[in-house]
């Protein structure tokens, strides 16, 4: 079968031919009908040889919905054909956190050699993947493959994150936006659906903070050095009472602790290798700042229930497997509204 590939440290990813999967016992065979482009993937790939944490060449793709092809041996719960999303921060299934449906936060999958999808296990950025267990797969019940399957990620890590932070975010209050790409275009809309906020969302040009407000936001502001001046102003001076920082590199962590309002709540979703200073007297009283990974299997089944009732939708652009790379180039340039999506079918 085709797949793409991260093939050695510092290369552009290729389509390849690799050999047909086959479901051991216990795991499931999907036909991918769509895999999402994350910007996670691109930082992978800046990263140097020393430390690498995984074995190369890896198929990429950690966002994946198909349709089931084969079970292996001992396999109950699903049937051949039917259409589920891969739920995709697979851990052992069975420490504390595992038990609470945390698997993001499985105490025992490092030690285990546990990977998700595409993040060191062969990914859903091919035509068939290979599940661990029936257990990661969410039945799709009616969502548009391409239209859901960036909810396995780009919708279910700011849902964890603004979960965090419900109880403050009541009538008057406001929650702010850094990065409205992928994750940041869903999370307004999370956001509009979940809470009474006013929505304050920042990015670096004009079209992408376009999509911002399609989507819901209240105000749009560009992110630059004046940019936290401008929230405070729209605040009345007061701050945000969330602020969701989906770049997470130094000038937006800046930007992220001067606009948080007294017992606001930072959460910092990019890895954009910045750092916050925390300590008394750094920000305002009671901050709290957090940096979540993924979300939980039962916050997978949430959003795509709110995605069923017309609540949230992703902006996407479609590509085929082979021009997977395009598409990769595309979002490192900065010319991805929404969310790539790969149809290794179509
Ligand atoms: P994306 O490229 O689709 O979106 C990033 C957005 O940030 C773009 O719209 C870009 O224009 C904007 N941006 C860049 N610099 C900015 C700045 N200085 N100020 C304001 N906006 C700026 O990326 P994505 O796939 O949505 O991922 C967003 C981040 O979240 C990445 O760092 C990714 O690695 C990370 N991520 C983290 C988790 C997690 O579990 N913590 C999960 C998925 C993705
Ligand atoms: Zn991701
Ligand atoms: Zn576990």
């Known amino acids: 079968m085709k797949a793409l590939q991260y093939r050695s440290i510092g290369s552009a990813p290729e389509v390849v031919v690799v050999p047909d999967p086959e479901p051991g016992p216990g795991q499931v065979l999907l036909k991918v009908t769509a895999a999402g482009v994350c910007h996670s993937d691109i930082a992978v790939m800046s990263w140097p040889a020393e430390g690498f944490p995984y074995e190369l060449p890896l198929t990429l793709g950690h966002e994946g919905v198909g ?107 406001t929650a702010v936006v850094i990065g409205t790409g992928g994750l940041g275009h869903v999370a307004i809309q999370l956001l509009r659906a979940m809470t009474p906020a006013r929505v ?38 007061v701050g945000a009472e969330a602020v969701f920082d989906f770049v997470g590199a130094q000038p937006t962590l800046a930007t992220a602790g001067a606009v948080a309002a007294v017992e606001g709540d930072i959460t910092i979703v990019g890895i954009g290798g910045g750092t916050l200073p925390v300590g008394f007297g750094q920000l305002p009283f009671e901050v709290s700042v957090s940096a979540p990974y993924w979300g939980t299997r039962g916050e997978l089944v949430e959003v795509l229930a709110l995605a069923r009732s017309g609540a949230v939708s992703v902006h996407t652009e479609t590509f085929t497997l082979d021009e997977a790379p395009l598409a990769y180039e595309r979002l490192h340039a900065g010319e991805i509204n929404g969310r790539a999506v790969i149809l290794p079918h179509g």
């Open 67 to 173: 349709t089931v092809a084969a079970l292996g041996a001992g396999v109950t719960g699903v049937r051949e054909g039917d259409a589920v999303a891969v739920y995709g921060p697979w851990g052992c299934g069975s420490c504390a956190k595992c038990a609470e449906g945390k698997e993001n936060y499985c105490l025992r999958a490092d030690e285990l050699g546990i990977r998700p999808p595409g993040l060191g296990a062969p990914g859903s950025m091919a035509e068939y993947l290979l599940v661990d267990d029936p257990r990661h797969l969410v039945p799709l019940d009616g969502l548009d493959p391409a239209a859901a399957v960036s909810l396995t990620d780009a919708g279910l890590t700011p849902y964890h994150a603004i979960k965090r932070s419900l109880p403050k975010l009541v009538p008057g209050s």
């Open 200 to 237: 304050v969302a920042l990015d670096v040009t004009e079209e992408k903070l376009r999509l911002a407000r399609e989507v819901g936001a209240h105000e749009t502001v560009l992110s630059d050095a004046q940019a936290a001046a401008k929230v405070r102003e729209l605040t009345g001076g």
